[in-house]
């Protein structure tokens, strides 16, 4: 297997650097953010997308907001960096690790009140390499256990990317299944293309051909017939929101998926950091899913496939619900139904051990 570490965010020297994921599997550009302005649009345009990695770049564009920050008093940089909070909340709605990270960093924008401001630019610059780093560890805890429910599987299917390109080490879902193939050689994946936005066909595939998986892409239509041919032993995908009850958020097409497998009797799996909970909310019906341009359904990869004045429906996710997910896979363990239970008590231990 190819050893090199596929990395899509990289922090230099004050200055963010992102690999232009629009432009994968054909060429790879990386994108140079020095200002707030040019990382909230990085994330609302997807140069970087996938829960996790947008979270951490959020947490580094309030760093790159407060080092350039001119203000001469505490009051005056708080408030820069409280502006920059701001625009990197309106960038995308549905990944809650974007709103975890930036509530972190104001966290620690509150503890270092009347620091000087040079002083609390570098701890804040700090904090996000921290949720960075962090988040990198917790794939290696997510890829073991999710591994765990994976072996003695011959065939996994997964949707959109959950790999190395969405977060900050080597992924959610595409963990498990990594980290699976090193010890199943035969393991083969079907990589769900994911329409409209082609995350499985441009991203997924590129990262388990580097990984030096077994694959085959299909067209997410597909998925149902191989079920019905005993063809998938497993379902996992990657995760943007679990609320309380196990509802999950994740990439539009996971619920009819998830709606297949239970048909066919496949476990259906979903695998997340703690850090995509949001146990505040109660049920999926409180999430509140991004519509997207209907330009990425009439002109993918900017290719016209329909009249550019048809109208469009564009929601970016979809909502499984909790009773349809065998398991959930967090970096604290396997969580079951009851979700309100298991779900909490993680969290909990999790917080415990922070
Ligand atoms: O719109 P995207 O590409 O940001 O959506 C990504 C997904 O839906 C992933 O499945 C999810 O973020 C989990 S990534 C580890």
């Known amino acids: ?39 909230a649009r990085a994330i609302e345009d997807m140069t970087v997308r996938g829960a996790p990695a947008i979270g951490i770049t959020a947490a580094y564009g ?35 690790n974007l709103f975890w990270a930036l ?21 804040l610059e700090r904090e996000a390499l921290e949720i960075h780093k962090e988040d990198e560890a917790l794939c290696g805890r997510l890829g073991k256990n999710g591994a765990r429910l994976l072996a003695g599987c011959r065939n996994v299917l997964t949707h959109c990317n959950t790999g190395a390109l969405a977060t900050g080490g080597d992924g959610t879902a595409l963990s ?3 980290t699976a193939a090193r010890k199943n050689r035969k393991l083969h994946v079907w990589v769900d293309e994911t329409r409209p936005y082609l995350q499985g066909a441009r991203l ?86 991004e519509q997207r341009n209907p330009r990425e359904v009439t002109h993918p990869q900017g290719v016209a496939i329909a009249k550019e004045d048809y109208p469009v429906y ?21 969580c079951r139904a009851p979700y309100h239970r298991s779900l909490r008590s993680a969290l909990a231990q999790s917080q415990a051990s922070a």
């Open 176 to 178: 498990a299944i990594t």
């Open 62 to 96: 309030v760093a790159v907001a407060a080092l350039r920050s001119k203000a001469g008093t505490p009051l005056a940089f708080k408030r820069d960096v409280e502006k920059a909070l701001l625009r990197l909340r309106k960038t995308r709605p549905t990944a809650v």
């Open 314 to 334: 564009n929601p970016a996710f979809d909502v499984t619900p909790g009773e349809l997910i065998t398991a959930i896979v967090l970096e604290t363990g396997i």
């Open 204 to 289: 997924t595939a590129y990262e388990v051909a580097h990984a030096g998986i077994d694959f085959h892409l299909i067209t997410d239509n597909m998925s149902a017939s191989l079920m019905k041919q005993g063809r998938v032993d497993a379902i996992i995908v990657g995760a943007d929101r679990i609320v309380a009850n196990g509802d999950t958020a994740n990439k539009i097409g996971t619920y009819a998926l998830a709606v297949l497998a239970k048909a066919h009797g496949i476990p259906f799996y979903v695998s997340a950091p703690t850090t995509t909970l949001d146990l505040a909310k109660s049920s999926g019906k409180e999430i509140v899913i």
């Open 103 to 123: 509530e972190r960093m104001q966290l620690r924008l509150k503890e270092m009140t009347g620091a000087n401001p040079s002083d609390q630019g570098r701890w």
């Open 1 to 39: 297997m190819a050893s090199q570490k596929l990395r899509p965010i990289l922090w230099k020297k004050g200055t963010l650097h992102l690999l232009e994921q629009r432009l994968l599997p054909f060429r790879e550009k990386w994108v140079k953010c020095d200002t707030v302005e040019k990382v």
